[in-house]
């Protein structure tokens, strides 16, 4: 059998990248965000509540490099040759004075073991001294910034408050990208008032981008979010897993071929989540994208529009 995935995925990159197995290990900083401290709105993103995802030894009361070392025993009892990435996660982190943000950065990888960063953002909180900042790291190890796309339509952009438009997300990733920097993004399917057709137009915008790596999730209903309560007095649609499935994989179809997919969900925790409940783990639901994509003959890139925006073809 071929043991080759019917799309990029994120572990074969990194097997590519790294001679040795690399974990992230998120932290938590500290940070706040623009879209809730009042300097673009307050509230922030209709749907967003981090605690939803950070890990129990994540915590800003700890330093940098306490909740690393933390990290790192957490996954060390499995994998005892372990590398490590330190993934600012939490909020905007690169929301603070370049100082701050250089002394956090170098912390981190002054930790024994950790190989790089991943740093999570909005992308309108780049600014060309900070991405010249980041370049010069890069050359001494391998960076990431990962920004919070949601989605490519501006409609829906300001339904969620998110507080930039596409075209803010577009200049950012080039600006990226333009360094030499490892650029990610993040985007949500099901998004209220989105379609399945919504969605795939928008994996053709995002092979545009010159994007290495898409984080994609379902729509999720997360207690103590805004989005909650609008749900709560007008239930909208949410998919269910068979649905949800033929979606990413129609995505994966016109998503150019050496774009990088590192996951497909997210599960937050049970006493947090309101809908919808697949009974799934992130493992299992890959399995059965895999699984479907394999059975029906179907590839990542397949009806792309841009084929390829690097030299490092995944498939």
Known sequence: MNNILPYYDYGRWLSRKFPYKVQKISVDAGFSCPNRDGKISRGG????????FNPAYCNKDKSVSQQLEEGKKFFARKYPEMKYMAYFQAFTNTYAPLHHLQSLYEEALEVDNVVGLVIGTRPDCVDTTLLDYLQKLNSQTMVTVEYGIETSNDNTLKLINRGHDFATTKRAVEMTAERGITVGGHVIIGLPGETAEDSI??????????????????????????LADIYSKTPFPLYSPEEYM????????HLR???????????????MLIAPHWGLKNYELTNLIVNKMRKE???QGSLAKSKSLSADMSL
């Open 201 to 226: 137009r928008q994996a053709d915008d995002m092979s545009q981008l010159p994007l290495d790596i898409l984080k994609i999730h379902q729509m999720q209903i997360i207690k103590g979010t805004k």
């Open 246 to 253: 033929e979606v990413i994989v129609r995505y994966l179809e």
């Open 45 to 52: 993103c209709i749907y967003c509540n981090n605690q939803s």
């Open 257 to 271: 071929p050496d774009m990088v997919v590192e996951r497909f969900a997210s599960q937050s925790p049970k006493d």
């Open 297 to 299: 003959g179907r590839r």
